[in-house]
T-cell receptor, first 113, second 110 residues
């Protein structure tokens, strides 16, 4: 089945540690996105990529980094510079061009030890 | 800047009744809107979308209405079922990103 796979489902970070969240899609979508969701809140855009080897900052990029070396993969690193990383992280993808909805994975919940 | 908001943070309905969830947007140039359903611990699931050249679109038990004059859209769920319990988000697809509202939590009473 085609879809978006995020891993791990739960992740714990120690102080001063960088952690990387995985997002893989087999939908052949050009564009991929990372969102952060805090309890009782909507989604806020961290980074997005519309094509391989290119990505742009979203609304809350500070303390995060991404790479897009392959079309199907868009990993997110939460760095030690992100002082409040506890949240639910969602990855999405969509085809480029036209009015097409984004499709989401089932998220990674990151907590601080 | 763009913003998308919802009128009510929570909505409680009786099982079998119709549910109406409202959403307001601020960018009059917006031309594509999406409704998502999010269950606890899961990612948002696409429900239905509508383009600005339409006023109404129907799916299975769901209808989206768009009023461009007052920049308002609504999601109607017919014969609400327990499985409809979730948080519902409207979103506006801009040139490069989605802008989400805060969400409405729909609770179904037996």
């Amino acid at each position: 089945d085609g879809g978006i796979t995020q891993s791990p489902k739960y992740l714990f970070r120690k102080e001063g540690q960088n952690v990387t969240l995985s997002c893989e899609q087999n939908l052949n979508h050009d564009a991929m996105y990372w969102y952060r969701q805090d309890p009782g809140q909507g989604l806020r855009l961290i980074y997005y990529s519309q094509i391989v080897n290119d990505f742009q900052k979203g609304d809350i990029a500070e303390g995060y980094s991404v790479s897009r070396e392959k079309k199907e993969s868009f990993p997110l690193t939460v760095t030690s510079a992100q002082k409040n990383p506890t949240a639910f992280y969602l990855c999405a993808s969509r085809p480029s061009g036209g009015s097409q909805p984004q499709h989401f994975g089932d998220g990674t919940r990151l907590s601080i030890l | 800047g763009e913003s998308v908001g919802l009128h009510l943070p929570t909505l409680s309905v009786q099982e079998g009744d119709n549910s109406i969830i409202n959403c307001a947007y601020s960018n009059s140039a917006s031309d594509y809107f999406i409704w998502y359903k999010q269950e606890s611990g899961k990612g948002p699931q696409f429900i239905i979308d509508i383009r600005s050249n339409m006023d109404k679109r129907q799916g299975q038990r769901v209808t989206v209405l768009l009023n461009k004059t007052v920049k308002h859209l609504s999601l109607q769920i017919a014969a609400t079922q327990p499985g409809d319990s979730a948080v519902y988000f409207c979103a506006e697809q801009g040139a490069q990103k989605l802008v989400f509202g805060q969400g409405t939590r729909l609770t179904i009473n037996p």
